[in-house]
Structures are given as structure tokens and as C-alpha cells.
């Protein structure tokens, strides 16, 4: 039994970190119908800046408050990668937002491995260390371990969508979102800038991206320039499970995604008597897309153009 | 079609170096060997790859000091160093490139990934090839009568490993982890061969892949189990954060690895949570190698700081000079029939090969991490 509750908590904490990023892809394609392969890369690089910045930091002065300096580099990197979100959205999509559906997409893929070989000039090719500065407490629960750094990750997580929600339903922005969302043209007549609503967009989606590259950063204890391809791959799966363009599906499909990876690599190896075994962990994010693809094409929470955003 | 442009520009190169060749020759002064030194000098690790070639150099220049004579000529030695990237595809074209510019024997690769691909191109074109670093037990049972290393491979140290774990750290229940690469697989499996000959019981065989982070799930399964050791087959970027979710999780049991934990990197990426980390690496540390200190003084004269394996490739040089020595030629055949007898009291050690290629009695050293630095505990042989 605690071996299952711990490998809930696994699941959670993974899956809490993949809905934030599918959250980025979602929001996206629910305003231009446009899948931003870009979007993990946007992720990389804010772990990658906060870890530049708590670098400086701590040469300075090794001194300071780990929870601090973590801080600072995440205040860093948010705008850091709301400017890179913003710069992308205009000198990559913006331009063939008249083309035909298929040219964005492969702009998309092309902007995501410009990135990544400028992440890989800027900060080499070796596995950058995330520095042991966070409070290392731990907890137990129901004989499962927790640690303080695994409760952060799903409270912020949990605070950020809380907060991503409240923007999109309670506010002008928001609305504007939505009227863009259901008819760009209509939305326009009504008085929306929809060239800025689209910029807001992306903008929202990179501030999420980058509080979740610090935390898988945080969490994992390393960085990569590779590292946004296969986390922007989990969270594309895991905005299709729940519904692409759909917000709470994003966040849905995340957790669901997060669990169903821990169980599966957990147990598949038992259940089958050795004959498949763990490796097969990231087949089964890509497994559920397809089922999904198949049996419900619109997710699990459909799309429901109405509050697409 | 890229790949035919590739060889082309491989071959106009190789021309050119031929040519360049034939111009030497007629000069005067004594004939020219070319030996092939192949190591990463781009890319990640081009620290331990230029280590290599400086060692191969350090070599190759010390004979050319004392002078070699060969069939009744004196010979000068000429080390030609190429860049393989680490990359398989690239370690083809770099040996097709020195087989063409008539080097007569090969010092490396570094890699086992690059040693093995390089190695069939060596065997056809029937020149020596010795690596000082490359570990993977395939390289040598191919069966080809060219290839042959100086370090002890991953079957040897798999196997000392295994022993150490059920002998010396009195593991009972283990599990095994590998990330299913040729090195960590093979690596597990030796381990996992001789832990059981050892009287150690296997209660868990998990996989993961050489890019994951995330080995929470596997960890926790094996958790269930209760093992007294985990043994981790793969590299640091992998044995990092695995060590720290495995004390994150609360698993009691030890970490044991192989080389591709032994470095700094992992400490690194390990952090506090790498303190207690066993892990072993082939070889000798270098002072405790007969000739280390006095190699160490040499070599840091000239190139500074020693990586990890100069030491090997500067035997490589030797042992194949003793070849060399033994048949009074360079020419690669003669060379080749010699290089079985050869017998060389080197830096790292005794240098000795068995009928694979193999070197004989390698020895395997393991570590221990201890306040942020590996720590010897003790070699085994």
C-alpha cells in the first residue's frame, strides 16, 4: 500500500509539472489553432537562465538563502522567457498567420531546434548542475515519502493554474482571449487587439513554461539544452489527452499523464513477469495519445469552443 | 548522397596526406611511421580526448628522443592526431582517413561506441589498432586479430564489481538498474552474473534510457523489495539525480557503479546525496600506478593537467613500439605477428595481451564518495 501511495505522489508531482507546460500548448492552440513545438524549448531555457543567475548569485556570495536565490532566479528567467515567447510569436508566426496551417508548424519545429543549438553555444553540452541550496525536509505520509521541494512543486503548480483560470474567466484580458479564441475577425470588429491578445498569449504561456523549468530543474538536480524535447513531447501528449485548447484539460490531462507514467513503469515490470519491464515508462505517454487520437479524438474533456482560450 | 560527398572530401584528404607523404620520404633524413592517434577532440569531451592524443604524444616524442632503429634504419615516429567527435559515424571516416594516409598502426579510440565501428576498417585494412580506453567486451570478440586494449573491460570489471558488492560490502538482496546503452547493459549483466556466483540474490532487474531524469518509479518498485544495494549501470547525467531520489525516497540501500559514475561530473550533479556512492573505475589511480608519480611530473610538464586515460594510450605507444621492436619493422603484418608476445613493464602497469586482444589482469579499482571526492578504498585485481 505505501509503495502505492508513493508512487502516486511520483505521478503527482511529474504530472503536476507537465500540466503547466501543457498548459503553454493549449492555450496556444486554442487561440491559433497553432501546436507551438516551441513551447518546451521556451521551458529549457528558463531553467536555464534561473540556473545562470543562481550561478552569479551564489559566486558572489555562497552565502545567501538557497530559497532566495532560487527566487531570484526564477524572477529572472519569467521574463526572460516572456520576451523570448513574445520575440518568437512575432518573428516566426506572426508573418504566415495567413499561410496555410502546415507552414506555422514547421516554422514551429524550426524555432524549437534554433533553440536548441543556441541553448547548447550558450551553455555547452554538458548536464549543468541545479546547486543543492533548496531546505531538503522530508515528510512521510501514509508511509510514503514527500519532500518539501515535491510539496512546493504541486502547490506552485496548483497556484499558477488557480491563477491562469481566474486571468482567463475573470478578466478583460481574459475575455478578449475568449472572444479571440471563438472568431479573430469578430473579435476585432468588437474593438480587440488581436495582434496583442496574441502576444498576451504566448507571453502568459512562456511565465508558466518558465516556473516549470525551475522546478524540473529543482527537481531532477540538472539542466540540458535537450531537456525541453521530450517534457514539451509529455506535455503535448498530455494537452491532447485532456483536450486541446482546453485549459482544464491541460491541467487534467498533466496529472492523469503523471500518474499513469508512475504506475506503469512502476508495475508493468511485475505485472508481466519480467517479460516487458521499466524502459517502456515513456512509451506510455505516447500510447495514451494514440488511444485517445482513436477512441476520443477531442480529448477527454472535448473542446468546448466556448471556453477555449 | 551526403554521406558520398563525405567520402569524397574523406579521399581527396587522404590524397593529399599521401602525397605530402611521398614528398617526406624522398628527403632525406630518417623514414617516417605514421601512427593514427583517434580520440574526441570537439564536443563534450574534448578534455579526456586531447588527454589521450597528449599521452599517445608524450610517447611517440620520448622515442623519437632516444631514437628508434628499425631493420638497420633509423625510423622518427609521427603521431597523426584526428578529431572522431565521439561519434560512431565520424570514427569511420577519421580511420578510413588514416588507413589512407598510411598510418601503420592505430592508438584509440576512445570510446567504445567509436573503437568498435573503426575497428572493421583496421581489421580489412590489416593494421594494428590498440585502445587505451575503450571498455565494452564487444570490441575484442569480433575476433579480429587487430584489435587490442590496455585496460581491463567492462566483463572484468563487471565481474570485480559483482564480487566487491556480495564480498566486501555484504549485499544480499540487490537490485539492478541499466540504461540499456551497449556500455550499461553489458556492464549490468557482468555484474549481475558474478553478484549471483557470489551468492547474492537479484531481487530486481529495472531499465531505464540514457537521456531519462526521472527514475522515481523504478525506484520506488524496487523499494518494495527491499534491497540492500542498488547497482546502477550507465553514465553520471543518469547517476545523479538518481542517487538523489533514491534518498529522497528513503531507500536505505547503497548505490554501486561503474566508471561512468567514477568522475567528477556526478559529484557534481549528485550533490550531497553522492556522499556514500560506490563506484569503480579500471585502472589504477595514477599514483598508485608503478610509474605514475614520475609520468605525472612528465607529462604535466608539457601538457598540465592529466584527465584520466594519458596514461594508458602513453603505454599503447610503447607496447606497440615493443611489436615494432620484436619484428624489426614497422611493416603492419610483422607487427601484427609480434604483438601477442609483447611485454612491457608500463606506467599503468604490466602490459600484456591474451589471445582476445584483452589486456591480462587488468586491474579495477573501486571508490568510494566521501566529502565531495572519490575516495580509493581499494583496488582489485
Known amino acids: ?309 | 548522397m551526403q554521406a558520398t560527398r563525405f567520402s569524397i572530401s574523406a579521399v581527396i584528404v587522404a590524397m593529399t596526406l599521401a602525397l605530402s607523404a611521398c614528398g617526406e620520404k624522398t628527403a632525406e633524413g630518417p623514414e617516417v611511421i605514421r601512427i593514427g592517434s583517434v580520440a574526441p577532440l570537439t564536443g563534450p569531451q574534448t578534455h579526456i580526448g586531447k588527454d589521450n592524443e597528449n599521452g599517445a604524444r608524450l610517447a611517440v616524442d620520448e622515442i623519437n628522443a632516444q631514437g628508434l632503429e628499425l631493420g638497420g634504419k633509423k625510423v622518427k615516429l609521427e603521431l597523426l592526431g584526428e578529431d572522431d567527435q565521439a561519434e560512431p559515424k565520424t570514427a569511420t571516416i577519421v580511420a578510413q582517413k588514416l588507413v589512407d594516409a598510411g598510418a601503420v598502426a592505430v592508438i584509440g579510440h576512445l570510446n567504445s561506441g567509436t573503437t568498435i565501428p573503426a575497428s572493421k576498417i583496421y581489421h580489412d585494412a590489416g593494421i594494428p589498432q590498440i585502445s587505451p580506453s575503450a571498455t565494452a567486451v564487444a570490441y575484442t570478440a569480433q575476433g579480429y586479430k587487430t584489435a587490442y586494449r590496455v585496460m581491463a573491460n567492462d566483463a572484468q570489471q563487471g565481474k570485480a564489481l559483482g564480487q566487491y558488492a556480495v564480498g566486501k560490502m555484504g549485499a544480499k538482496k540487490i537490485a539492478i538498474i541499466d540504461d540499456r546503452t551497449a556500455y550499461g547493459q553489458g556492464l549490468a549483466d557482468e555484474f549481475e552474473k558474478a553478484a549471483k556466483a557470489a551468492g547474492g540474490e537479484v531481487v530486481a532487474r529495472e531499465f531505464t534510457n540514457d537521456k531519462a531524469t526521472d527514475f522515481t518509479a523504478i525506484l520506488t518498485s524496487i523499494k518494495g523489495k527491499n534491497p540492500d544495494l542498488v547497482f546502477f549501470g550507465g553514465m553520471d547525467p543518469q547517476g545523479g539525480p538518481m542517487a538523489q531520489q533514491l534518498k529522497r525516497l528513503g531507500l536505505s540501500a547503497r548505490l554501486l557503479g561503474g566508471d561512468g559514475l567514477q568522475n567528477v561530473n556526478f559529484l557534481k550533479l549528485a550533490g550531497a546525496d553522492a556522499e556514500g556512492v560506490v563506484a569503480s573505475s579500471p585502472g589504477l589511480p595514477i599514483d598508485s600506478m608503478p610509474g605514475g608519480p614520475e609520468f605525472r611530473k612528465r607529462f604535466e610538464a608539457k601538457y598540465g593537467v592529466i584527465q584520466v586515460y594519458a596514461p594508458y594510450a602513453y603505454d599503447a605507444v610503447y607496447a606497440l613500439v615493443d611489436a615494432m621492436k620484436r619484428a624489426n619493422s614497422a611493416e603492419p603484418a610483422k607487427v601484427l605477428a609480434e604483438l601477442p608476445k609483447v611485454e612491457i613493464q608500463g606506467v599503468t602497469g604490466p602490459v600484456k595481451f591474451d589471445a582476445k586482444g584483452d589486456t591480462v589482469g587488468g586491474a579495477v579499482t573501486v571508490y568510494e564518495a566521501k566529502g565531495g571526492a572519490w575516495q580509493v578504498l581499494e583496488t582489485v585485481k
Open chain 1, 1 to 309: 500500500m505505501d509503495i502505492f501511495t508513493q508512487q502516486l505522489i511520483n505521478g503527482l508531482v511529474l504530472g503536476s509539472i507537465y500540466a503547466l507546460v501543457a498548459l503553454g500548448y493549449t492555450m496556444v492552440y486554442g487561440i491559433l489553432e497553432l501546436i507551438n513545438f516551441a513551447h518546451g524549448e521556451v521551458t529549457m531555457i528558463g531553467a536555464m537562465v534561473a540556473l545562470s543567475v543562481i550561478g552569479v548569485l551564489l559566486g558572489a556570495s555562497p552565502d545567501l538563502p538557497g530559497l532566495m536565490v532560487v527566487i531570484a532566479g526564477l524572477l529572472v528567467a519569467i521574463p526572460a522567457c516572456m520576451a523570448l515567447a513574445f520575440g518568437i510569436e512575432k518573428i516566426a508566426y506572426r508573418p504566415l498567420r495567413k499561410a496555410p496551417r502546415l507552414a506555422p508548424l514547421i516554422t514551429a519545429i524550426g524555432v524549437s531546434i534554433i533553440l536548441q543549438n543556441v541553448a547548447m553555444l550558450v551553455w555547452g553540452r554538458q548536464y549543468v548542475s541545479f546547486p543543492a541550496i533548496l531546505p531538503r525536509g522530508q515528510h512521510e505520509i501514509l508511509g510514503a515519502h514527500i519532500t518539501d521541494l515535491q510539496i512546493a512543486i504541486v502547490v506552485l503548480s496548483l497556484l499558477s493554474m488557480a491563477g491562469l483560470w481566474l486571468l482567463v474567466e475573470k478578466t478583460r484580458l481574459g475575455r478578449a482571449m475568449r472572444a479571440t479564441a471563438q472568431s479573430k475577425e469578430v473579435a476585432e470588429l468588437m474593438g480587440v487587439n488581436v495582434d496583442r491578445v496574441i502576444s498576451y498569449t504566448f507571453i502568459i504561456g512562456a511565465a508558466i513554461a518558465a516556473i516549470a523549468g525551475v522546478m524540473v530543474s529543482a527537481y531532477y538536480g540538472l539542466a540540458h539544452y535537450y531537456m525541453g524535447f521530450m517534457l514539451g513531447l509529455k506535455a503535448f501528449s498530455a494537452a491532447v489527452l485532456g483536450g486541446i485548447g482546453n485549459i482544464a484539460g491541460a491541467m487534467l490531462g498533466g496529472l492523469l499523464l503523471g500518474v499513469i507514467e508512475a504506475l506503469g513503469a512502476g508495475y508493468i515490470g511485475d505485472l508481466t513477469g519480467g517479460f516487458l519491464g521499466s524502459h517502456y515508462q515513456d512509451v506510455f505517454a505516447f500510447l495514451v495519445l494514440i488511444l485517445v487520437l482513436v477512441f476520443r479524438p477531442s480529448g477527454l474533456l472535448g473542446e468546448r469552443v466556448a471556453s477555449r482560450a
